[in-house]
């Protein structure tokens, strides 16, 4: 439901965020675990059965404990939007999220920031999976087009015996200014984690990505994959780093990075250490710009170079 006192608010960020592509309808449907974040402060909260958010003001910002409890599978994605809307300013964000024994849910985020021109987003998420769980959370951000926004996002992961993390980050529509993005998940015996990120740096964007699969349980299974697109005088630089701890593990580095244009500086890293001899990890990075193949063809089709580069750099970030 959204707080009275701030339902104006509410009506402001909800355009925003339809205006981005975003269904505000997920917001006030009842059955749907929901929590809207504007500045400091919590302006509409939903829980369901199963599901607890427990939010608390923090100094510039909002923290909000989430549990799913043993056994619950959540029907509908967990809603959450954090939205910023002033021009200047900081925002701290700090998730905790915990799904206790074989509860199962999924997380659909989104961050929106329509009219910043100098600020700084910084979001911290502590996950915690019990033996069984399964969780996705999925990130994607909307962002003013000044290219001014500070933008820092971390993620920190255990992902119990027999459990499944997906986490995947997305910021392709808009401008991105300067962003920091770590993810670092440890799992455990039979464990699966999967870290995904998406991003398209434009003009002078400053984009750095850091992701760390740490595979300390006997079998467990992981795979850090970055798609970046960077363009005119963009900077993205992406360090994968997979660590075999245990036996029988298995861990895939994957980095695809499209250059345009003659300002660019892309930059990727995979890091592989092996501390048991049956740990088998493997590694794909590539550099370059848009297959000239691909252009061909689809130039044959009657496309314009610059509508079939557009078509094929969709195609690597959806």
Not at 6 to 16: D, G, N, Q, S
Not at 36 to 61: A, C, F, M, Q
Not at 98 to 124: G, M, Q, S, Y
Request: proline share 2%; with cysteine; net charge negative.
């Amino acid at each position: 439901m959204i707080v009275k006192d701030y339902r104006k608010e509410f009506e402001t960020l909800a355009k925003a965020y339809e205006k981005a592509g975003g269904d505000v309808s997920k917001f006030l449907d009842r059955r749907i675990a929901s929590i809207i974040i504007s500045g400091d402060k919590v302006i509409g909260l939903n829980g369901v059965e199963g599901v607890e958010l427990i939010p608390h003001r923090i100094e510039n910002g909002v923290q909000v404990d989430m549990r799913i409890k043993e056994g619950v599978v959540v029907e509908y994605p967990v809603h959450v939007c954090t939205g910023y809307l002033e021009k200047k300013g900081l925002q701290r964000v700090v998730f905790n999220i915990r799904l206790e024994k074989n509860a199962k849910a999924i997380f659909v985020a989104h961050c929106v920031f329509p009219w910043t021109e100098d600020f700084t987003h910084d979001a911290l998420m502590n996950v915690e999976l019990e033996e069984g769980a399964w969780m996705e959370y999925h990130d994607e951000h909307m962002h003013s087009e000044t290219g001014s926004i500070n933008l820092i996002t971390r993620s920190i992961a255990r992902v119990g015996e027999g459990a499944v993390y997906r986490n995947t980050f997305t910021l392709v529509k808009t401008r991105i200014g300067t962003l920091r993005v770590f993810m670092d998940a440890s799992l455990e015996k039979d464990a699966v984690g999967e870290l995904y990120t998406k991003v398209k740096a434009i003009e002078d964007d400053d984009v750095e990505v850091k992701e760390i699969l740490r595979l300390n349980g006997m079998g467990a299974r992981g795979l850090a994959k970055t798609n970046a697109v960077a363009i005119d005088r963009a900077k993205v630089s992406v360090v994968n780093e997979v660590y075999g701890n245990a036996p029988h593990t298995r861990g895939h580095v994957e980095c695809l990075e499209i250059a345009k244009g003659d300002g660019v500086d892309v930059r990727a890293l995979p890091v592989l250490v092996v501390k048991n001899d049956s740990s088998e990890l493997t590694h794909e990075a590539s550099i370059g710009r848009v297959n000239a193949k691909q252009l061909e063809t689809l130039m044959a089709k009657g496309l314009t170079e610059e509508e079939a580069t557009e078509m094929i750099i969709k195609g690597i970030l959806t």
